[in-house]
């Protein structure tokens, strides 16, 4: 019988184990009995409808029987402690479980759910193993903040990191440092005027004295990082790359082709897959959908992808909610809804625009093709003779081009998440690609459809004149019309190139660079063009490379740099494209 009143309980205290009171909104069925509880924890306000109930909608969870708590996490809103990002979230996260498990109303039993930041304070408590939680359901959430969120291969997530503080964690706690109502007024309107004026912030250097932060006198966390090394093992407390083997609860991960942490997302379910324990190994999920962070709809960026990739209405068959309510019914009710049996992977398949059900991921008919990149010495802008093929270069000129981090390349759309006009999804880059500091390379217009869908990577050999540099790739979907939509990309950077612990200066030497652009799903329709783009820059998403060994962090200088494209014999300079044999599609 569906519960038709729901009681809501605000600001219920839970004590943590150092004593620390955090505050929850719990919502309830209006009747007598003992019910499964679904939690979330968030830094965004408990109170407010947009981050609360963003894209889930509880009420109906309660109405199907759930308890479900959204608790402010620890410095934040009604919380009492110190705000630090993900600092105490394992910790706080198993208390809570346990704490949620031992309610009244409680059957013991306890699921997580959340997106983003509150996707990982589920993955940072599972690690720790609370003996009630029984089942999660990360959304489009990262797994080290060295990887894809605040930083991507050592380039600096530089539009999220700048934004996400200033707008999404300055204003609370510019509440908690301004008592009076005249002072918190003036300091909100000084960050407003910052948001205001976001576009000329982005470029300001060094950023370790970021004035919009500093002035403000919150945040601290924010210059703790800039200081901070990539080595430093700091980053790995807050880390569970390597913890995957302390999971002993099932996941169903959501992932989005558009989202700033696909790459994150993907390693989870293929991790945890491999490596989880008991029934977690056997357990593990992933929708993904052609869809941007947070968003959900069946329009991202510049293209629709039909009412059925939509988060409402998958496939025409269910939305979000109920695919959640199918999940914990099973695992925290013990319903047989069918789920354990369906296919493990599921895709929204770009270009013939489909959902495909996947036993494996990467897929195992998947051939790895590499397109080899072709000119004679001219691919700078689309209008150049830079060619895609599967024919192995020559002796062919190389590609040159001049990078200035005065006027980097502009990101246009993609995986973002920072603020600003049409960020996000797949654009036209065509104005992009009008640009002398851009390599293009497109190959023929293809005779019959070609789909890609798995990993993709640049293998690039190149040299520079800098003694650091940044080089960047994007895959491309060419329209018969010209219309260039952007798929998946990656950066580099030339210090951090073989992991976290930085290498010597570059000296003029032939580097072979490996630019991983994550994933995507497409088929390149017959007429399309497959095109790669590569450069030295993606800002605001990255910061710009300043080419003098130092960053944009510690440092205001900067330098052009000459950047030398090889694509021969000895240096065959390629996309590698994960192709799915036409016969299986």
Not at 36 to 52: A, E, I
Not at 102 to 112: C, D, E, I, R, T
Request: proline content about 6%; charged content about 25%.
């Amino acid at each position: 019988m569906e519960i038709t009143q729901i009681l809501l309980e605000k600001n219920v205290p839970c004590t943590m184990r150092d004593g620390t009171v955090l505050y929850a909104n719990i919502y309830r069925p209006n009747q007598q009995g003992k019910f499964p509880v679904l939690l979330t924890r968030l830094p965004y306000g408990k109170d407010l409808p947009f981050y609360s109930h963003r894209y889930l909608d509880t009420n109906r969870l309660v109405s199907n029987g759930y308890v479900v708590i959204i608790q402010d996490v620890r410095g934040r809103y009604h919380s009492e402690g110190e705000f630090h990002p993900f600092t105490y979230e394992a910790e706080d996260g198993y208390d809570t479980v346990e704490w949620a498990a031992s309610l009244p109303y409680s059957s013991g039993k306890v699921g997580m759910f959340g997106l983003s930041y509150y996707g990982f304070t589920q993955l940072l408590a599972a690690a720790e193993r609370p003996p009630h939680l029984y089942a999660i359901f990360p959304c489009m959430t990262l797994n080290d903040q060295r990887n894809g969120s605040f930083y991507q291969n050592g380039a600096l997530g530089l539009g999220l990191m700048k934004t996400w503080t200033l707008k999404s964690i300055a204003p609370d706690l510019l509440r908690r440092k301004h008592k009076d109502v005249k002072s918190y007024a003036e300091a909100i309107k000084k960050m407003a005027n910052s948001m205001n004026r976001i576009d000329e912030w982005y470029r300001y250097a060094p950023i370790k004295d970021w004035p919009p932060i500093k002035e403000l006198g919150v945040a601290e966390f924010f210059f703790e990082f800039m200081n901070l090394d990539l080595e430093d093992e700091v980053w790995e407390k807050t880390s569970i790359v390597d913890k995957y083997d302390q999971f002993n609860v099932p996941a169903y991960h959501v992932g989005g082709w558009y989202d700033c942490f696909l790459g994150s997302t993907i390693q989870n379910y293929m991790e945890m897959k491999e490596k989880a324990e008991g029934k977690a190994k056997h357990h593990q999920k992933i929708i993904i959908g052609p869809w941007g962070h947070g968003d959900f709809g069946a329009v991202i960026g510049e293209r629709s992808f039909g009412v059925h990739s939509s988060g409402d209405w998958i496939d025409l068959r269910e939305d979000l909610t109920d695919l959640h309510l199918r999940w914990f019914d099973y695992w925290l009710k013990g319903k047989d809804t069918n789920i354990i049996e369906e296919a493990p992977v599921k895709i929204f398949v770009m270009g013939i625009n489909e959902w495909r059900d996947e036993y494996e991921w990467p897929l195992a008919r998947t051939k790895y093709v590499p397109y080899y990149f072709h000119s004679e010495g001219r691919a700078n802008t689309r209008f150049g003779d830079g060619r895609l093929s599967m024919e192995k270069p020559g002796d062919e000129p190389v590609d040159r081009f001049e990078y200035n981090p005065q006027n980097p390349v502009p990101t246009h759309g993609g995986g973002t998440l920072y603020d600003g006009v049409n960020t996000m999804g797949p654009r036209d880059q065509r104005w992009i690609e009008e640009r002398e500091d851009v390599l293009v390379y497109t190959s023929e217009p293809l005779k019959a459809p070609l789909e890609v869908t798995g990993h993709v990577k640049v293998k690039l050999w190149a040299v520079t004149d800098a003694k650091d540099t940044d080089f960047t790739a994007k895959l491309v979907d060419v329209f018969p019309d010209g219309t260039a939509y952007n798929l998946t990309d990656g950066i580099v950077r030339a210090r951090y190139r073989n992991g976290y612990k930085p290498e010597a200066d570059l000296n003029g030497e032939v580097i072979e660079y490996e630019i991983d652009l994550w994933a995507t799903s497409n088929v390149f329709l017959p007429g399309h063009c497959i095109r790669v783009e590569i450069s030295s820059s993606n800002f605001p998403r990255f910061d710009a490379n300043p080419n003098t060994g130092k960053t944009m962090k510690d440092s205001s200088e900067t330098k052009p740099a000459q950047q030398t494209i090889y694509h021969s014999e000895k240096y065959p300079s390629h996309v590698i494209l994960p192709i799915i044999p036409i016969e299986e599609v």
